[in-house]
């Protein structure tokens, strides 16, 4: 069963920041959201996970609302090599296998 | 590189051929995994290893026959495949127990003519 909502694909000016929503409305409480990317034929990258703060690195933010049910992940000045299908995945920590849906196409556009 | 490294990164062969997919890491981890994923499709889990031992086989046929002889490699042998075994086979590394996310190596590209 499907735990996140995604749309299929978005479209993003090179340079502007990139917003990709996603809805786990049935989060529960025990349970991280992760982000990953895969390039074109390549595997999925790691991105960035969180449980309920807030969290940045060097690649993106994540932004959980505070009832959990949504999170955007913020590419905040978008590349061209930043094209690829963005995975939103909720995770028990420790336990589950991460399982893939078929994600968000970005395309970042000149 | 990813730490992960898959071989070969393509392959094609005959559905009476046997071959076998390699992946090995240098990270330190002790799970390692296979998906696959076919063409438009989601990745799906295919086998999962924790310290050596398999610990999930989602309903994976037997011409899929997996080998983890230590923690850092993980190999896929593959027997009569059939035209739609063709896709991308990707191997991933973690650390069981630990909240990370996996790694994984830049895949197989797998034809079966």
């Known amino acids: 069963d499907a735990k996140t909502t995604q749309p299929t694909s978005m479209d993003c000016a090179e340079g502007r920041a990139a917003n990709l929503p996603c809805n786990h409305s049935?989060?529960?409480?025990?349970?991280?959201v992760y982000w990953y990317r895969q390039i074109h034929s390549q595997g999925p990258q790691y991105i960035i996970h969180?449980?309920?703060n807030n969290e940045t690195n060097e690649m993106a933010s994540l932004i959980i609302t505070e009832d959990r049910k949504s999170s955007t992940l913020i590419l905040p000045h978008a590349t061209l090599r930043d094209t690829a299908v963005y995975y939103c995945?909720?995770?028990?920590?420790?336990?589950?296998?991460?399982?893939f849906g078929p994600g968000t196409r970005l395309s970042v556009l000149p | 590189e990813t730490g992960v490294t898959q071989t070969p990164r393509h392959l094609v062969m005959g559905m009476t051929n046997k071959k076998s997919l390699k992946c090995e890491q240098h990270?330190?981890?002790?799970?390692m995994y296979w998906y696959k994923q076919s063409a438009k499709k989601p990745l799906e889990l295919m086998f999962v290893?924790?310290?050596?031992?398999?610990?999930e086989n989602n309903s994976v046929p037997s011409r899929f026959s997996p080998e983890c002889p230590n923690s850092s490699h993980l190999f896929l042998h593959l027997h009569t495949l059939q035209p739609e075994d063709s896709a991308l086979y990707l191997c991933?590394?973690?650390?069981?127990?630990?909240?990370?996310?996996?790694?994984f190596g830049s895949g197989t590209r797998l034809t079966v003519v």
């Open positions: 991933a590394s973690s650390q069981a127990g630990a909240n990370y996310g996996y790694t």
């Open positions: 049935t989060i529960s409480g025990n349970e991280y």
């Open positions: 969180g449980l309920k």
């Open positions: 995945i909720v995770r028990e920590d420790y336990g589950q296998n991460f399982v």
């Open positions: 990270l330190g981890h002790n799970a």
């Open positions: 290893y924790n310290f050596k031992e398999q610990t």
